[in-house]
């Protein structure tokens, strides 16, 4: 292969990649193009999975289990050390969305945004690296990586899952690390903390950072509820607003419980119910291995409602691109922040990069309500498509795409 060509190793395309829109992780901003899955759009044509029922979930579920997956025997290496970028070559490794083994029909459209970002990120760093690979992975990671040598190659990591499973993203990070490559983003328990909104929000706890209130269902054993509502139930361990649909806020605990057995049942994992905190959500990027920068904060507006208890980001505020919340909630960088608003943001955001462990990229999602920052989520593997909400945030501190990907692949370089 020649210099920088890009190698487009598609061995097994999915035909959805093709033909079907996809999503970000954020809203759209005001003149951001429509990637997204339309309601009149059809996803019937991926095989869809079978749902357990509910009374088949095992009794050992925890909401800080990984998937059980061997993984392969550690490969022993010498450190990569380059002089310049021309030295690199690139394999761009990203999951294939062929089916999920929990969630919605439509949310295998959310996990197809890899491809898109995949393809973005391999032509960004075309012409700047010795070499770029494009490799899809379902979930047989070391074949992904068979023909890649981990003394030559570093790997672009945009894997989401394997297999569609739940909680399989840090097991990915864990198999890359085991057959020997650098790669960028954070480390394996970096990323099982993060990942895991329950594992997040003790550790926030032990540190005194503002967090909701918080209580997980494992099951419909117990049906008492401890939090104040309203509140919002969700997914323990799902990003991409999958399984948010604003019938998730909840005001009396018989909604809240019908909520509930939904996400156990559809999605396989714990439910975690949230004290509903009103105010003004914030996307914080930082990116940075050591002392992290924090690019500037995006807001997400909610221009649809006045109701404060209908202003979330669900699954059609990110997808459904005929539904009002995808047209009138755009995102806004920089966000208009008082000074001292902005200086506890950002103390906030850089005292859970710190807790967590994050290294790369990462992005801290909060509610701000009367000054204080309550975290909501960490994402330590952000979106990076052109119409996201990191590169929103990296356009407003005077980056271009290729720019930004450039960087995150020297962070890897450098912090390894």
């Known amino acids: 292969m020649n210099g920088s060509r890009l190698n487009r ?13 996809v999503e970000a992780e954020e809203p759209p901003g005001p003149h951001r193009p429509s990637r997204r899955y339309a309601a009149s759009g059809t996803v019937a044509t991926a095989q869809t999975p079978r749902r357990a029922p509910l009374a ?7 909401e800080d289990s990984p998937s059980i997956i061997e993984a392969p025997r550690r490969v022993r290496r010498a450190p990569i050390r380059y002089t310049d970028l021309s030295e690199v070559e690139v394999v761009v490794l990203y999951s294939l969305a062929l089916s999920l083994e929990r969630g919605r029909d439509q949310d295998v459209i959310a996990d197809q945004e890899t491809a898109h970002v995949a393809e973005c990120v391999a032509a960004a760093l075309e012409g700047e690296v010795g070499a770029v690979h494009l490799a899809p992975v379902w979930d047989d990671l070391p074949t992904a990586l068979g023909t890649y040598d981990p003394r ?4 672009f990591n945009l894997v989401e899952s394997l297999g569609g499973r739940a909680f399989s993203e840090p097991e990915a990070i864990r198999q890359i690390r085991a057959l020997g490559f650098n790669h960028t983003g954070v480390g394996f328990q970096s990323m099982r903390r993060s990942s895991n909104k329950l594992l997040t929000k003790r550790l926030l706890l032990s540190e005194g950072l503002p967090t909701p209130p918080y209580q997980v269902f494992h099951s419909l054993r117990d049906r008492k509820c401890t939090v104040p509502l309203p509140a919002i ?18 005001r009396e605990e018989e909604a809240l419980f019908s909520q509930v057995e939904a996400i156990l049942r559809e999605y396989h994992q714990p439910a975690l119910v949230e004290t509903f905190i009103p105010g003004r959500e914030l996307n914080v990027a930082l990116w940075g291995n050591g002392q992290p920068e924090i690019l500037p ?21 990110k997808w459904v691109a005929e539904s009002i919340e995808y047209r009138q909630t755009p995102g806004i960088c920089p966000a208009d922040l008082t000074p001292e608003e902005q200086a506890n943001v950002e ?37 990076l498509a052109p119409d996201a909400g990191f590169f929103r ?23 390894r």
């Not at 088949?56 to 925890?62: E, I």
């Open 56 to 62: 088949t979930l095992p009794l050992d579920l925890r």
């Open 9 to 21: 190793r598609l061995t097994s395309p999915h035909p959805l990649q093709a033909e079907t829109e």
């Open 152 to 155: 030559r190659h570093v790997v």
């Open 347 to 383: 103390a906030a955001a850089l005292q859970v990069h710190r807790l967590l462990g994050l290294r790369g990229v990462a992005r801290v999602d909060m509610r701000l309500h009367q000054g204080t920052p309550y975290i909501l989520e960490v994402n330590s593997n952000p979106d």
């Open 297 to 317: 904060i995006s807001e997400i507006v909610f221009t649809w409602t006045d109701d404060p208890l209908k202003q979330i980001v669900t699954f059609d505020s």
């Open 233 to 250: 139930v969700k997914p323990v361990a799902e990003g991409g607003s999958f399984g948010i649909t604003q019938d998730s806020v909840v």
């Open 393 to 415: 945030s990296a356009a407003a501190a005077g980056h271009t795409y290729q720019s930004m990907v450039l960087n995150i692949l020297k962070l890897a370089l450098a912090g």
